[in-house]
């Protein structure tokens, strides 16, 4: 059985997940104290992790989302953002946004896929703000990708 909970406190495993999706600690740690954290479970075992944080009282923005790559490609980034999904509706907002980079090509599909369309690409971003290089799929992960998708 799948289920989600919110956490308050981070630990090593969980620090492991965040990492996976944002490779600058200090970057993680700037949001996770305004934020949300969930884990999604199944058996007891941690599958993945989810930041939300309100940007305005309009709009929440997933800011960091990941699955253990044991589990990647078995559907629980979608189930993730299903439930990114339903909890923001619940919670009222009128709208949710998700970054990524431009090299990050299978979440670029997944989120299009998931209903969010591309609204703004922030060039250089992560050249300018992260620093170490990031490749991703033969790719350098330059710009900073925008996707928002309406609740109502």
């Known amino acids: ?4 909970s ?3 406190h981070i630990t090593d495993e969980h620090w492991k997940l965040l990492l996976l999706a944002d490779p600058s600690r200090d970057m993680v740690e700037s949001y ?6 969930y884990i999604i479970m199944e058996n007891r075992k941690i599958l993945g992790i989810i930041v939300l944080v309100e940007n ?3 709009e929440i923005e997933i800011k960091n989302i990941a699955v253990d790559p044991k589990y990647q490609g078995k559907g629980y980034g979608r189930k993730f953002l299903q439930f990114a999904i339903s909890k923001s509706k619940m919670l ?3 709208r949710l ?3 990524t980079g431009n090299s990050s090509i299978h979440q670029l ?3 299009q896929n998931c209903g ?4 703004d690409t922030i060039f250089d971003f992560f050249v300018q703000n992260y620093e170490e290089e990031i490749w991703e799929n033969g790719i350098q992960c330059r710009d900073l990708i925008k996707l928002e998708q309406y609740l109502y």
């Open 116 to 119: 969010f369309q591309i609204v």
């Open 56 to 58: 305005s009282p309009n």
């Open 1 to 4: 059985m799948i289920n989600f």
């Open 32 to 37: 996770i104290k305004e934020g949300k954290v």
């Open 6 to 8: 919110e956490i308050k």
């Open 92 to 94: 009222g907002y009128e």
């Open 109 to 111: 599909s997944l989120y």
């Open 97 to 99: 946004v998700i970054c």
